[in-house]
């Protein structure tokens, strides 16, 4: 099955809600950067989630990070998205190894205490942002808890990733629904009731449900109306290009530097972990266009 985002609505527009598959890009970003499992646990949820707000935004242009940093072994996580389905994001501790909890990967002891910040690029002069102490470190809690305190939009956010034996990614995906101001009292009590009772993510995807039918339990009796599906995929726009500029931007010293050293140096991109090579010749040419 291809990922894909599905957008919706329900209760006579009272809920959008959005859900996604997101098993290929999950594995893919593990393979890029070779995580752990419980890793790859904590990197999946916020790439789902993550992919599943860039299709909130509006215009082609616009960006949304996620950037979390923490006390856990993990250190910290990074997760970009556009409003058209591309993600990428990475651990900055890729190698972290803990003890299973209650038989589950522990993706909040990994994490540990932390912060968690979100920032907006719409295109404006100042890129909207806002900041929320980590509540769980499980990742779908904490974006649950920001929505409601820097967005004042109650929502429920659900994401799992479960893993194969020999750690290859299974299945990963995950739902936000979230409530319109003027939601009434009925409604509201249908959903909370709904979302006491259902499955959990992974049980839902690994039930083979998609992401239609994982809001059509979430939204049971509500009158779901799928507005449309996108695909997603893990995406990473760096090239050698983008590498020299920030070759450029580190300043002529720091290139002389390297360039006395007389061997080529390798820089790798923080997303997608591709390495780029560049020649003591390269950065004599580069060296040429930095200030």
């Given at each position: 099955m291809k990922d894909y985002i599905v957008r919706a609505t329900a209760g006579n527009a009272q809920i959008r809600a959005f859900a996604a598959v997101t098993t290929n890009l999950v594995e893919e970003a593990r393979e890029h950067h070779g995580t752990s499992p419980v890793a790859t646990a904590a990197l999946g949820r916020l790439l789902t989630g993550g992919v599943m707000m860039g299709s909130m935004m509006k215009n082609d242009t616009d960006m949304l990070t996620i950037q979390i940093q923490?006390?856990?072994?993990?250190?910290?996580?990074?997760?970009?998205?556009?409003?058209?389905?591309?993600?990428?994001?990475?651990?900055?501790?890729?190698?972290?190894?803990?003890?299973?909890?209650?038989?589950?990967?522990?993706?909040?002891?990994?994490?540990g205490q932390g912060v968690m910040t979100i920032i907006k690029d719409m295109g404006l002069k100042e890129p909207y942002s806002g900041q929320?102490?980590?509540?769980?470190?499980?990742?779908?809690?904490?974006?649950?808890?920001?929505?409601?305190?820097?967005?004042?939009?109650?929502?429920?956010?659900?994401?799992?990733?479960l893993m194969n034996k020999d750690n290859t990614v299974k299945c990963a995906g995950g739902f936000i629904v979230q409530v319109m101001p003027f939601i009434e009292d009925e409604v509201l009590n249908k959903l909370e009731a709904n979302i006491q009772k259902i499955q959990s993510v992974t049980s839902?995807?690994?039930?083979?449900?998609?992401?239609?039918?994982?809001?059509?339990?979430?939204?049971?009796?509500?009158?779901?109306?799928?507005?449309?599906?996108?695909?997603?995929?893990?995406?990473?726009?760096?090239?050698?290009?983008?590498?020299?500029?920030?070759?450029?931007?580190?300043?002529?010293?720091?290139?002389?530097?390297?360039?006395?050293?007389?061997?080529?140096?390798?820089?790798?991109?923080?997303f997608c972990n591709t390495a780029y090579k560049y020649t003591v010749d390269e950065l004599k040419e580069l060296l040429k266009q930095a200030r």
């Open positions: 923490c006390s856990g072994q993990i250190e910290g996580l990074t997760v970009t998205a556009d409003s058209k389905g591309n993600v990428k994001g990475y651990a900055f501790n890729p190698d972290v190894m803990l003890p299973a909890k209650n038989g589950k990967l522990d993706v909040g002891g990994a994490l929320t102490i980590l509540q769980t470190g499980e990742i779908a809690e904490d974006l649950t808890y920001y929505f409601a305190t820097s967005e004042q939009v109650p929502s429920s956010v659900g994401l799992g990733v839902m995807l690994d039930n083979g449900h998609t992401p239609e039918q994982m809001l059509e339990q979430v939204l049971e009796g509500l009158d779901l109306e799928i507005t449309d599906t996108m695909p997603a995929q893990f995406y990473c726009n760096c090239s050698k290009k983008r590498i020299e500029k920030a070759i450029i931007s580190i300043g002529k010293k720091e290139i002389q530097e390297m360039i006395d050293e007389g061997k080529e140096i390798e820089v790798k991109c923080h």
